[in-house]
């Protein structure tokens, strides 16, 4: 286990160039080498327009050994070193994603993670382990891939949240105290396999000081194109089995909804009509449920297709453990005896790529890949 924070002189290096959005900046690289062999790469890339910046960092293995990146420090300002200015009470910490309920003002304490748990509130997946003392403390509030801090009716302030190409998700932790705050930004690389002579970037981190609405637009046409999101046929919109009958999926329901798509597509002009969990016999047997689907999945693509949409279906690169051989799966099972199997495993591979060729082929051509915990 190595912790490594340079602090000798780097190598710097600067450039010119066109930023996702079409937009110039300037990054600005500093490199430092450690006596085992390995480099770190920090860059930040300062917008012309001066409305903000990136971060990402980069990490190559010049050692001989194999090495386990657990995550980059993009940023870490010293303690209450954040400062807003006004009255705390008047900013908002926030997020665009429903993975946080520890949202609020400048000025407040709120329930810390442990306590929300204990209330059963919903929050997604807990960022700190039960280990961690932040998990404790109602100053910390952790996020992730996006928070946002506004006043002034959301017109003053600052957005924050990845933007780089898929590679790694990111952590934003925040202590707040009364307006002043620690500000820690992670390119969480989850204990990934670094081989002698390879190279691991993390995700890149758009720091935007622009109005609320401006911002957010901006930071998501930045992930689009990043993403290689086909924006010009624009959004889909569609109807999906999770928030309608839930768990009560069955071939009728998803039948009769198709049903009143074909008949009112003036009205209901669904593009998208999409099975969730609890259509297959279990979790990685993709067969239809023979009681809920009981003539199969061919006929429910066909009519949702005579509808005029796209047939839909839900899928997860998980199983019931021990259903497969164990070396099939990534480490332990889950509480509720899930095990996530692993895609770059031949035979897992090979099974994930059958499974989904069989939906293929019953018509189905939009897929909601789930629980992709690699």
């Excluded at 924070?5 to 930023?19: H, L, V």
């Excluded at 810390?112 to 039960?130: F, N, W």
Aim: proline share 6%.
């Amino acid at each position: 286990s190595l912790t490594w924070t340079p602090n000798a002189a780097p190598q710097t290096a600067s450039r010119r160039r066109q930023t996702a959005l079409g937009c110039p900046g300037e990054d600005r690289s500093f490199s430092w080498v450690h006596p085992n062999g390995y480099a770190l790469t920090w860059t930040i890339c300062e917008l012309e327009d001066g409305s903000g910046f990136t971060l990402r960092s980069e990490f190559k293995n010049g050692s001989a050994e194999k090495v386990r990146l657990q995550h980059f420090i993009l940023c870490r300002t010293p303690r209450d070193a954040f400062v807003c200015a006004g009255d705390p009470a008047s900013w908002c910490l926030g997020t665009t994603s429903y993975y946080s309920r520890r949202i609020g003002n400048l000025e407040r304490v709120l329930p810390s993670e442990e306590k929300l748990t204990h209330q059963g509130a919903y929050l997604g997946r807990i960022p700190y382990s039960t280990r961690d003392p932040r998990r404790k403390d109602g100053h910390w509030r952790a996020f992730r891939d996006v928070i946002t801090l506004y006043t002034d009716s959301s017109q003053r302030g600052l957005t924050m949240g990845a933007v780089g190409p898929p590679v790694s998700d990111v952590t934003f932790n925040v202590r707040v105290d009364r307006g002043r705050m620690l500000l820690e930004i992670l390119g969480t690389m989850n204990d990934i396999l670094v081989e002698p002579g390879e190279t691991r970037e993390s995700d890149q981190v758009l720091v935007l000081v622009r109005p609320y609405r401006e911002a957010v637009q901006t930071m998501f046409r930045w992930i689009a194109e990043t993403h290689g999101s086909r924006t010009q046929r624009g959004a889909l919109f569609g109807w999906l089995s999770w928030y309608g009958p839930y768990t009560g999926i069955t071939a009728d329901i998803v039948g009769r909804v198709a049903k009143a798509v074909g008949k009112h597509r003036d009205r209901i002009p669904m593009q998208v009509i999409q099975m969730d969990d609890l259509w297959q016999v279990d979790r990685g047997d993709w067969r239809a449920h023979p009681g809920r689907f009981p003539d199969g999945m061919k006929v429910v693509a066909d009519a949702i297709r005579q509808a005029g949409a796209i047939p839909g279906i839900w899928m997860a690169v998980m199983n019931t453990y021990d259903r497969k051989p164990k070396h099939w799966y990534q480490g332990k099972p889950r509480k509720d005896g899930a095990g996530y199997i692993d895609p770059t495993h031949p035979e897992g591979e090979k099974f994930i790529r059958e499974s989904v060729r069989r939906m293929y082929q019953d018509g189905y051509r939009y897929y909601k890949f789930d629980f992709n915990h690699i």
